[in-house]
């Protein structure tokens, strides 16, 4: 997860140094398109996974949401610093635990209402609305989180269905897909260093996508989600050090809320989990102990 969080901020800085000289669709197209050499040791996964019209709609539909946070993302990129960026970017979970609300059913108990109010009051704590002129970016990063949770969302449908190799495929061929159209028409010549950088942002992002994976892996989310909140340390270093951004106070204590409320959801859910996989096990002791001991019984 270390390595996760250094290759994701590696991606903000290939993106911020692009900048606006390409615009915002046809960088995101190129990041994709020049991330398709990445897929080949994908392809034999992919020819396993049988996709019938229910995946095909669901892998389409992430395609769609992850193509409009991404052209969000690298436009926001362009406006606000990056820490600004990041800190509103870890509003994804937030989202995420609302759609499920929606469209699982699952509960929204107190504990998660405190935790999903502290992290929205952690998002007027960073964009501070009457109190500082707020950037187009900032209005742009909060639908880029609604739009990145919706893919998470809908890729965590996909992932019970198919193997994650399967899922990034798809998303992977889905998402410059639907970009084409829309950078062809906003399409400016790009200077080979661009390219380089956009090589780079592709790079990075296909391998902290797979060292996150490993880490999934390895350990619970409970380990592994809060080495994530680094990035917000790591990005606000790479902006004063390498950008010229200033540290901004009310971005790093709004992140820390939205970090704590995102931490303590995890937290919770963990122990939930935990809880009820004790209760399983013991309901499965009892019933075997109970058919054991009922031959014992007719005998006596």
Not at 133 to 159: P, R
Request: proline letters at 5%.
């Amino acid at each position: 997860m270390l390595l996760t969080g250094l290759c994701f901020v590696a991606v903000t800085a290939t993106v911020k140094m692009v900048g606006d000289d390409v615009p915002a669709i046809q960088s995101g197209f190129l990041r994709y398109v020049l991330g398709l050499v990445f897929l080949i040791p994908m392809l034999p996964s992919v020819r396993r996974a049988p996709v019938d019209r229910g995946l095909a709609g669901i892998l389409f539909a992430r395609g769609a949401a992850h193509a409009l946070a991404v052209s969000l993302w690298f436009f926001a990129m362009t406006r606000i610093p990056i820490a600004d960026v990041t800190a509103l970017n870890y509003l994804n979970p937030v989202y995420v635990i609302l759609l499920a609300v929606l469209f699982l059913g699952e509960r929204l108990g107190p504990n998660r209402i405190a935790a999903v109010a502290v992290a929205f009051i952690g998002t007027f704590v960073i964009i501070r609305p009457g109190f500082r002129e707020i950037d187009l970016g900032h209005v742009t990063m909060l639908f880029t989180a609604i739009a990145m949770a919706g893919s998470y969302f809908l890729a965590k449908l996909a992932s019970q269905r198919v193997s994650a190799e399967v899922v990034v495929f798809y998303l992977s061929l889905v998402v410059p897909a639907l970009l084409a159209p829309a950078a062809w028409y906003v399409w400016v010549p790009v200077a080979w260093v661009d390219v380089g950088w956009l090589f780079l942002c592709a790079f990075f992002a296909t391998m902290g996508h797979y060292m996150m994976t490993l880490a999934f892996r390895a350990a619970p989310l409970a380990t592994t989600q809060p080495v994530t909140f680094l990035q917000l340390i790591w990005a606000t270093a790479l902006g004063v050090f390498v950008f010229g951004e200033p540290a901004d106070i009310y971005v790093i204590a709004g992140g820390g809320m939205i970090i704590a409320a995102v931490s303590y959801i995890t937290w919770r859910e963990a122990v939930l989990a935990r809880r009820r996989r004790r209760v399983a096990t013991e309901a499965r002791e009892a019933e075997a102990q109970a058919e054991g001991a009922s031959p014992l019984s007719s005998r006596s």
